[in-house]
């Protein structure tokens, strides 16, 4: 058995050994430190006899047994009774089969929903889910929140240490109680369906396992709540830019532009599900949620048979839409970069120079990258080549890079 493919197992499975462990253990560091030692046992012990045909049951038990000799050992130095009543409570717990028969059906969203704890911030929940649960890397969780790797793994730190010092539990909540904590994990599951569409770095454009994860957990949070318009437009979001995998990449792993790509690649049975989803979000009576204004978005990049039939003027409406009820600088990119299809370069390269005055976007390299493509065609060859400099030394995803520099060597 080759060392990739326990490496692949244990990408695949570790959030969810993870959250299986949290719950029998009940203790994040205790799981933690339980997961690494069962995955080193993997190692030691897959490599001559072979992964077993259930890694992750198999990861579990062996995480659990490594919790239960961990508060053995600690019998000898620390509460005796106090150990011994949570060894004999872990000792009780099995594995759950796939699908158990709580109201949540899944540990991966039972854990998601106990760590966005409404005695945290928001930041802080979704922060600490991504990094710990999800298995996303703190340069990931930054990304998502637009700041830098340090500031990001401070957060962490100071929420680990709120939970440990305010004795919040890790405890599945009522289902009377989900409505406090939905948006928090949909902010999680969307960051996730993120990390799995483009990558903060890497070889490779897209993960497609980390995409696939987030629909899932998107359809057991409807399942769940049946009904919620933000539940809706999330799965419709997803949905409709998953629908597009196949036509995103050459065979080479070089990104393929919205503009050439192949539209008879993409997965029409994703579409359709899609569009459903997205039409009945926007039929709620209450405001439209901004996953189903973005939802809205990407199905008119959808039903567009080719690029040149693209309802531009409705995108770039929406985007404004999107931009007075959820007011974002990200959102104000996206809009100039639509804005550009509309009224032209000129007028979008004046929409992202204001943006860029005001700051937020420092280390954010899709926006000298679209303000290079702005000035490019404008004919304004030199500044071009220098916003796609710039664009190229931000970028850490090696098919962005490589799409940068080409573009930086299409004009000289």
Known sequence: MSAVDIESVFRHEAGRVLATLIRLVGDFELAEEALQEAFAAAVAQWKSGGIPANPRAWLVNVGRNKAIDYLRRQILFRDKRRYLEAEAALANQTAPPEEDEHAFGDDMLRLIFTCCHPALSAEARVALTLRAVCGLTTEA????????????????????????????????????????RVEGVLAVVYLIFTEGYAATSGDTLMREDVAAEAIRLGRLIDALIPGRPDVMGLLALMLLHHARRAARVTRAGDIVLLEDQDRGLWDASEIAEGLALVDRALRA?????????????????????????????????????LLRLYPSPVVELNH?????????????????????????????????????????????????????????????????????????????
């Open 141 to 180: 969780v930054a990304r998502g929140f637009l700041v830098n790797e340090e500031t990001m793994a401070q957060r962490l730190v100071r929420a680990k240490r709120k939970i440990r010092d305010a004795k919040i539990p890790y405890e599945t909540p009522a289902l009377v109680m989900l409505d406090a």
């Open 285 to 321: 009576p209450d405001r439209p949620s901004a996953y189903a204004v973005q939802a809205a978005i990407a199905a008119l990049h959808a039903r567009a048979r080719q690029h040149d039939a693209t309802d531009w003027p409705q995108i770039v409406g929406l985007y404004e839409v």
């Open 336 to 412: 100039a970069a639509a804005v550009s299809m509309v009224d032209g370069p000129a007028r979008a390269l004046a929409l992202i120079d204001a943006l860029a005055a005001r700051g937020g976007l420092e280390d954010y390299h899709l926006l000298p990258a679209v303000r290079a493509d702005l000035l490019r065609r404008l004919g304004r060859r030199e500044e071009a080549r220098a916003a796609y400099r710039t664009a190229l030394a931000l970028a850490k995803l090696e098919p962005e890079r490589r799409l940068l520099a080409k573009r930086l060597a299409e004009i000289g």
